[in-house]
């Protein structure tokens, strides 16, 4: 089986978001899986610095794509992990440094639809009957936007060899552009309707991947139903509804190599199941290094996040005197909404010794905290798959979560964590008490790290999972 997988970032090298993690994660497990599988993403200069021209050798010219594109060409290579790449070259598009999306201003690139028009056509390409090389595809593998008009140039182009499919990772973009960029990206007249890629006025990818592609993913199985609900389906829930035949939702792993607290470089005791009393140490360690009153007869309540209102955090600030009365401490790590860094220095001024804060983004530290904390918090008001919840599990950390998206697929409340419904300070508090309570009674708590901790929250399922859907696509 022959799956090519179209991204536009892919960690370590560029990521703004899970897109990138998954790009990285998936395709060795897919590998693994037995799936002959190859990468398909622009050669931004972190790819090239990483993968040079010498190591990446050109394996066809673009020139038939004409325009700014006449000398791009694309290249075969090897990630470190062994996955196969091809990078699409095309430095009057994509050698451009930092963020793949966004200018030195801030703003999105003004070529935008061009760039990943190219990505989304070059992938189309190698899925139809005009691909020259030797290996074909069966499959072409979209996700988001940037690569969302893929499916629709493979359907309108006539000579399709390859099956599609759309990934969502995050509905909230949805690559709208202008009508006047229809004839530029070579797409036919016919195709700006409502059944086509028109969406209210704009030239939307996402909506042109969601109309297309022979089946459309998301990230957990409840966001799949979830994002078929007006109040949660951001202008694309009719269209979603409509097309529920082909929607399904595949839960994403984590990378358990970089987060296993048996051998994280980061925590200062390392421990698995059965030396789990070592946590303890790491959690005085923690209290030490964030200012916080060195005790154990308390939980040490956790937060790593973006601090945006997605992820509710506006919720936690609002229970401080209750979370300070319990009695609890508290440490926070993150950045975001200036006015929610705001409000967590603040509390951690007015709680000395019992609140911590650290603005900004601090891998070790976040490990450290998995690795520390008692309890670790995720509100969010909506989470399409989330991690730290996985990663929670897997340190032994038993998440206070919101039953939304992938939170309410991978936490089981009562058993390995504390689900609560409504988003409102009060359901959140509820959770906490209950967290706080079962932390006090010593076995039961113990019972609940282990039931987290013995999940596999691996990408071995998840793979077999694509495996099989590209192997029904085939058929
Ligand atoms: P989202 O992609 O919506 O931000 P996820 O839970 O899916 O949320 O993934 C967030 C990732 O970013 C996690 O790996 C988390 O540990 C990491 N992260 C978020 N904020 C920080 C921070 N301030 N420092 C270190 N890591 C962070």
Redesign the pocket.
């Known amino acids: 089986m022959k799956v090519l997988f179209a991204t536009s970032e892919i960690a370590p090298w560029v990521k703004t978001?899970?897109l990138g993690d998954v790009a990285a994660a998936l395709p060795p497990a897919l590998r693994q899986a037995g799936i002959d599988l190859r990468v398909l993403t622009p050669y931004y200069p972190a790819v090239r610095a990483a993968i040079p021209e010498a190591r990446a050798p050109e394996v066809a010219k673009l020139g038939n794509f004409g325009g700014a594109y006449a000398d791009s060409v694309l290249r075969a290579a090897f990630a470190p992990d062994g996955s196969r790449l091809l990078l699409l070259d095309c430095p009057a598009y994509f050698d451009r440094p930092g963020n793949p999306y966004l200018g030195p201003d801030g703003k999105d690139w003004p070529d935008n639809y061009l760039r990943f028009g190219l990505l989304s056509r070059v992938a189309a390409w190698l899925g139809s009957k005009a691909n020259p090389f030797p290996w074909w595809p069966a499959v072409i593998h979209c996700n988001d936007w940037q690569t969302g008009l893929a499916p629709a140039y493979l359907k309108l182009s006539g000579d399709a060899r390859a099956k599609s499919i759309i990934t969502v990772h995050n509905l909230a973009f949805q690559g709208l552009f202008s009508e006047q960029t229809l004839p530029e990206l070579g797409l036919p007249a016919h195709a700006w309707s409502m059944e086509g890629i028109e969406y209210h006025g704009y030239l939307s990818f996402l909506k042109a991947g969601l109309q297309f592609a022979d089946a459309i993913t998301t990230v957990s199985p409840t966001y799949a139903a979830e994002i078929q609900t007006d109040a949660e389906g951001m202008g694309m829930s009719g269209l979603l509804r409509h097309r529920a035949d082909r929607l399904s939702g595949i839960l994403n792993g984590i990378d358990t190599e970089v987060w296993n607290p048996k051998r994280d470089a980061h925590l200062p005791f390392t421990y698995d199941i059965a030396t789990l009393a070592a946590k303890r140490k790491n959690k005085s360690a923690l209290q030490q290094e964030l200012g916080l009153t060195v005790r154990d007869d308390i939980p040490l309540f956790g937060v790593?996040?973006?601090l945006t209102a997605?992820k509710g955090l506006d919720l936690v600030a609002a229970l401080e005197r209750q979370i300070a009365d319990l009695p609890a401490q508290l440490a926070v790590?993150?950045?975001g909404d200036r006015e929610l860094e705001n409000e967590f220095r603040r509390l951690a001024e007015i709680h000395p010794g019992h609140f911590a804060t650290v603005i900004?983004?601090?891998?070790g530290?976040?490990h450290r905290i998995e690795g520390s904390v008692d309890v670790f918090l995720m509100p969010s008001r909506f989470e399409p798959?989330?991690?730290?919840q996985m990663?929670s599990l897997r340190y032994g950390t038993p998440p206070v979560v919101r039953a939304t998206g992938g939170l309410a697929d991978t936490v089981v409340d009562d058993v390995n964590g504390f689900v609560f419904e409504e988003a409102t300070a009060a359901a959140l508090f509820t959770a906490i008490q209950r967290a706080h309570a079962a932390w006090h009674n010593r076995e039961r708590w113990r019972a609940m790290q282990i039931d987290g901790m013995s999940r596999d929250v691996s990408w071995t399922a998840p793979a077999m999972q694509y495996a099989a859907l590209y192997a029904k696509l085939k058929k």
């Open positions: 978001g899970g790593i996040s973006r997605q790590l993150g950045s900004g983004f601090n891998e530290l976040a798959c989330g991690l730290n990663y």
